[in-house]
Each structure stands twice: as C-alpha cells, then as structure tokens.
C-alpha cells in the first residue's frame, strides 16, 4: 500500500458500528471505503458477549455477539471496503488528515468523509474514588468477561459485583455458571440499572441478591481482595451511618458505567456534549465540524447493538453523500427527568430518529417537548427506566416551523425498586 492513501470514506473502529456504517457508506456508492481496527479481529466488544439477545430488531432473530458480528463480517465481505485490522491511529486532524500504523507500516489516509465509531470504555474504581487499600482482585465487569469468555481464566471464586447495569447482571449470572459464588449484585440508586429481562433472566433465574440503595464504601485486603464494605446509601447516595456491614470475598467487579471514547475526537477539534460525553450530532449524526460523523456509542452510549446499527447506517448513508449540510433548526436539551437525548442538533425534520433517556423510572409517563415557556409536543408511554432508551421517530413531532431551542422533559410516577 502507499503511504498516502486517498479515499472518500474513513471508518475509525470495526465493531458494530463501525461495520455497519462501513457497509452503509458502499452500499450509498462510495467506492473507496477504509474501515480500520485496532485489534486483530472485526466485532468489538461483540466477540466477548457470548450470551444471546442481540438482534432482534436488525435481523428478526436473537443472536449472540460472535454471531452478530460475523453476520456483518460476511456482509462486509461481499463489499469493496477495505478492512485494515491491526491498524492504530496516530492522530487526526480537522483537515480530516488520519495518520496510522500497522505491521505493513505508517499510513496517512487524506479523506472526504471520516466516522468516528471507536465506541467506549468502562469507569474504572478511581473515577469512583472508592477507599482503601490496592489489592489484586478489582476488576471492571467487561474486563472480566474477557478474561472469562476469550481467555478463559477465572477472575476469582468469591464475587461482589457493583453496579446493576448490564454488564454486572450479565457477568453474575455467567460467574455463576462457572461455579463462582455471587455475594450480593449492589446497586447505589433505589430502582435497576440494567435492562429488566437480565435482571429476570440473571439474577432470579439464578436465586442472586440484589441490594439496593447501597454502595461499597471500603476495601480490605493487603495482598488479595478479602472482602468489601457495604453501607446503604440516602436519597442523595451518602451513606447511612450504622449500616456498614462486611461482606467476604476474593472478587470485586465494577459495573457503574460507560464513557464514549472520544481522546481521537478531540485531536480533530470536535466539540463534545457534557452530557453524552460524545460529540454534539444531528439526525445524521453529523458533527459540528464538517466532514466528520460520530455513530454508536462513541456519540453516546446506547442501550441496544441494534440501536447503534441504525445510527451507524444513517451515518454511513449521510459520509457517502456528504452533502452540504443545512441550518441547524432546533437546538435539542435536557430538562427535568430527562438525562440524555440524541441527536442533539435538528437540520431536517423529515428524516431521522431521536433517543431520549429518562434519568430515572416512571410510570404513566409523558415525554414532553417545550420551546420557551410553550409547549408544542407531548407523547406517552406506559413506562420508562433510565436503562432502556425511549425511541421517537423525528417526523412525528409536530415541530415549530420557526425553529429554536427546545427544551425535553420527563413527568410522570416514580418508580422505586424493580
């Protein structure tokens, strides 16, 4: 290959997303497409998630994450995009400059259109800033996972998991099928994390506690984890005095959230939202600086991988065309009981889908779209739980024609517990 590489799209990232938005670009008509990966192997974090779920919505049947991936793998295959796996980027640059290197060498790509699909990475103990000692034995969940599914090692024999979102209901129930004990799945907020159907299918299929409204709150163990202090939290998730208990165990995994990997993003001069922690988008998931689209959950992270695919597909469709981009007409932003939406910038209201994520549970719920003091748009459902995204198409919202800042707010009864 030539060191400099002209093409018309650039993909940064071969799992879900950058797989989908890849084929998308090719299927549009661009015919010189670059998908690149770090790793040596298209998926993602795919290829660790063994347990089925996947794809209901993409391809009509539930699927495990190896079987989705290589899905698109073989879609990819009958494509003209050219897959570099073992390929680190260097830098990026607003010009849309990507400098790489592989093991046939340093590369410069000059693109038309780059995506930006390198997905996220766990909170580790100290963004948490939990205290005590540094023992061997704290892990974040998806670390283990690997070490469990494509290692095959144990990460111990005695489990405390914190966090109830996905990951740590999923891993707590795969820990146990290996013949690990399972202390206690504790969770800091008063209601779930995780989707319902793992909460059924991993923890009361499988006779596991789960605490709510309590943390841990120490470590002990010099050498190796011994075991873990657990206080129950208030309303404000500070812990009860009185309530510390010890719990004995060998393992702690952390489940307590995912941040989009934006390090690349930023080296291009791409404004981030301080609440998805991923760049600002529209409904094409284009970003503020032009030529550059952000898709999965390097724009935000989602709750489904079918969710991340057909954003993905829209990016790939709009990089493809890249189009002169119009106005922005609405200004998206989060109000009471809301705690993300995406897009965040509107251009066109005929296309596009919107996400919304409640900040907590309610039933009775009503999502509510203001502009000022005015309400123009309001739409109901039965239920609503920050672990499950609510998805509106954009066309169905009867938008002000003169555009502006729109406020999205969440109202409703509060759900406490399950």
Known sequence: MPRDIEAEVVVIGGGPAGMAAAHSAWEQGAKSVFLLEREKYLGGILNQCIHPGFGLQVFGEELTGPEYASRYIEKLGKTGVQVMTETAVLDLEPSRTIRTVCPRGVHEFHAR?????????????????????????????GLAQYLVNIEGYLPGRKVVILGSGDIGLIMARRLSLEGVT?????????????????YVQCLL????????????????????????????VDERWHPVPGTERFLECDTLLLS????????????AGISLSPISRGPYVDETFATDVDGFYACGNV???????????FVSQKAGEAAASHRPRGKVRFVLQVGVG????IPQRIRNIEEGILFIRPSQGFRETQIIFRKRDEVFARKKTPICRPSEMIRIDIPSIPWPPEGGEVTIEITGNPIQGI
């Not at 699909?117 to 766990?122: D, N, T």
């Not at 809301?338 to 939406?341: E, K, M, P, R």
């Open 338 to 341: 809301t705690g993300l939406v």
């Open 205 to 232: 299929d499988f006779d596991l506690p789960l605490l709510l409204s309590h943390t841990v709150t120490g470590i002990v163990g010099k050498e190796r984890l011994e075991g873990v202090l657990v206080s129950q």
């Open 256 to 267: 307590v959230g995912l941040i989009p990997e934006n390090e690349i993003s930023q080296k």
């Open 113 to 141: 259109s780059v995506i930006l699909s390198m997905g996220c990475r766990e909170k580790t103990r100290g963004m948490i800033m939990i205290p005590g000692t540094r023992p061997a034995g704290i892990y974040t969940a």
């Open 299 to 309: 724009a935000s992270v989602f709750d489904l991988v079918d969710y991340v695919t």
């Open 182 to 198: 399972v202390e206690a799945v504790v969770e800091v907020r008063n209601s779930l994390s995780g989707l319902v159907r793992n």
